[in-house]
């Protein structure tokens, strides 16, 4: 979970210019339900859910090339209350989170906007074998928190407020490393207000531009979490199984804000060793050595810049994989921080359709030529 924080938290910048920084403080309230995305969970979604955001926001006007290209977003941090509608089972959610906000079309004081806002949830209520034995949707307090939404922005003058109104959804998860980890969906609909709070003149913006680089790039990563996969349902084996991706990958950027990418992808989960005998209730050694359980594949993706973060967006198929051959497709969805021209933060979840198989962080390594 530290890693998901030291990515969401983003502050190391390098090149300057000035402008004009608002900040806005908002208020938020949004009701909705549960979605049961899987079999069983039908009974975890009793009553409506709602729930309260406090907001702050800050939107830069400085004529950089970013602020410009996505149409000056709004950035920030909130916290917020959810009630997940059942008390005695899911209880409630406490959140912190970072945000991003783009403008997507804008006339006049209306605008239609997306907004982006992970971060870490905790969940009063979690899966206990003995006294929570319904919650089949998450095996840990602390999840990862992810809310998507669109809204219909519209600035009033006097009085000095904006108002959004906005579907979106909200998701929980802890990324299967422990389960049980069906995860949490909630559709909603949300109202907020916001009001400007103070206007800096000369505040300092800091982008990183990558025009003193080659658009041809050569990395690679290295990531280790534990996890831990289903045995028989609802309950994992406990958690604690080592995870590791080792990738290799050529990028080309193609423009400013995108890279297009191949990479070589090398899978190691020692869950897969083992399999649960029901009859002794123990696990058994079934595949022994690492070349049995290893995966390799190939996949190909997108990486969409702004400033020191990329989204990446990659699928790919396994050439080999001796140990689950009927499960030949995974995907890497998450993001990248570039902390220099040459190192980078990695966060991204493997997976597979809506099956979460581990979370990858770690540390990669870029190389680019400098342009003469």
């Not at 991003?100 to 009063?124: K, Q, V």
């Amino acid at each position: 979970m530290r890693s998901i924080i030291a990515v969401i938290l983003l502050s190391v910048f390098s090149l300057f210019s000035f402008g004009q920084k608002t900040h806005f403080i908002e208020a938020k309230s949004y009701e909705g339900f549960i979605a049961p995305h899987r079999i069983g969970m039908e009974a975890l979604a009793k009553e409506n859910t709602y729930g309260f955001e406090l907001n702050y926001l800050f939107e830069n006007l400085s004529p950089g090339f970013f602020n410009k290209k996505y149409n000056f977003p709004f950035n920030g941090y909130g916290v917020s209350y959810g009630n997940l509608g059942n008390p005695e089972v899911l209880g409630n959610a406490f959140s912190v989170y970072s945000l991003i906000e783009f403008r997507l079309i804008s006339a006049n004081s209306f605008s239609f906007n997306t907004r982006i806002s992970p971060g870490i949830a905790y969940i009063t209520k979690k899966y206990d074998k003995i006294t929570n034995p319904e919650n089949i949707a998450l095996g840990t307090n602390i999840c990862f928190y992810f809310n998507l939404s669109l809204n219909l922005f519209y600035h009033f003058k006097k009085p000095e407020l904006d108002l959004r109104v906005s579907p979106g959804l909200l998701h929980y998860s802890n990324g299967g490393v422990i389960k049980p980890n069906l995860g949490l969906n909630q559709p909603y609909l949300s109202l907020s207000l916001s009001k400007q709070i103070a206007g800096q003149e000369n505040t300092v913006n800091r982008e990183y531009l990558r025009n003193n680089l080659s658009r041809h790039e050569l990395w690679v990563i290295g990531t280790y979490i534990t996890s831990d996969e289903y045995t028989r349902p609802p309950e994992g084996r406990g958690g604690g199984f080592p995870c590791i991706t080792i990738a290799a990958g050529y990028n080309y950027q193609y423009s400013e804000t995108g890279k297009i990418g191949i990479s070589n992808d090398i899978f190691y989960n020692s869950n897969l060793h083992y399999y649960f005998d029901t009859n002794w209730d123990t696990l058994i050694v079934f595949n022994k050595e690492i070349k049995d359980v290893l995966r390799v594949g190939v996949s190909i993706g997108h990486q969409l810049i702004y400033n020191r973060l990329e989204l990446v967006t990659f699928a790919g198929v396994y050439y080999y994989n001796k140990v689950r051959p009927g499960d030949p497709f995974y995907t890497r969805i998450g993001v990248r921080y570039y902390l220099n021209d040459y190192f980078f933060v990695n966060l991204t979840l493997k997976a597979f359709g809506f099956k979460a198989q581990y979370i990858e962080p770690g540390i990669g390594f870029s190389f680019r030529r400098q342009k003469k």
